[in-house]
């Protein structure tokens, strides 16, 4: 499918993501982007700069109402489906979170079904695998959730079922889809939902206050951090390709540890404070692992992806954005 004179819909288009995909989606000169959003967690501030544009409509709507998706996708030829609670969310509020990721992920494919829509581009999670143990973790990959923290276990098990509601559409209805699962987005439009990008944002505001940097146990903790517009790029790829009923893993293949984090954040900002190491009670994790080596050569091989921005650009990018008026203001 061409993004060019194309028209697109993507459900929670408030989000960080949302907001990214339609920025490439303008500049690959899309002919009108739908942003639906009910703005239960995403505000009308994160996309000012997007609304005012002539080829951005924006729809309060709910995607558990599906009649509102039916109105909204009036000639749409392709959704991204963003709308869903990360796990943080998703542990404070289970009955909507779940409720959202899952109903909402079949209604947004029965109303594709029904609108005649193309594709759908589903944005999953490398949380889906849980804790694997295997040395390169790629698709086929098995899932083990035994051990994870509930909300994030059932975060994995709510995009493990919209990714399979997708198969099951392509193959009983023809619609076709594409799960992307992303690792740790991380970028600007940061907003404070998601466990581990927010650690970054953190050390940041500790650093500008000049408070010495918190790190949790020895900070060997490792994430696959990925920028915002890769995974956005990544998004504009799949809709385009021909390909269709597939599950991509969408990160960098390297792991940062915590440590190296706090590093990278401290030459950018010129400090050098001693790190404090001290895990905070209670807090809500994603799986932590000191190992984490993601499997990039499917999506590069079947869609020709792979991410352009550094981990140490991608973080400049971010505190630049984050010393705005509007970075300040989340
Ligand atoms: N941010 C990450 O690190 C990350 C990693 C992996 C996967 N994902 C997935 O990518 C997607 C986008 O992530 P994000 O960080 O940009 O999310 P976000 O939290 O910024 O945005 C989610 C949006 O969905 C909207 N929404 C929630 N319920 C809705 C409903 N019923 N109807 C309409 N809109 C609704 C919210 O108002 C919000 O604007 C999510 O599905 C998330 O699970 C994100």
Known sequence: MKIKGGKFLITGGASMIGAHITEQLLAADARKIVLLDNYSLGSPEGISDLVGNPRVKFVRGDILRVNELFDSLDGVDGVFAAAGFLTLPLTQNPGLGVAVN????????EACRYRGVKKVIFSSSIAVYGEPTVDLIDEATPWT???????????????IMGENLGKLYHDRHGVHSISLRYSSVYGERQHLRAVNSVYIVDTYDRLKRGERPMIPDDGLEVHDYIHVADVARANLMAMESDVSRESFNVATGTATTLNRLVEIVQEITGTNLKPEYKTPPGKIRAAVSTKLDFSIEKIERMIGWKPQISFEDGIRRMIKWRETERGNAV
């Open 145 to 159: 959730w035994s051990k994870l923290q509930p909300g994030a276990a059932l975060y994995a098990g709510s995009k």
């Open 102 to 109: 899952v109903q909402g992920m079949m209604n947004v494919f």
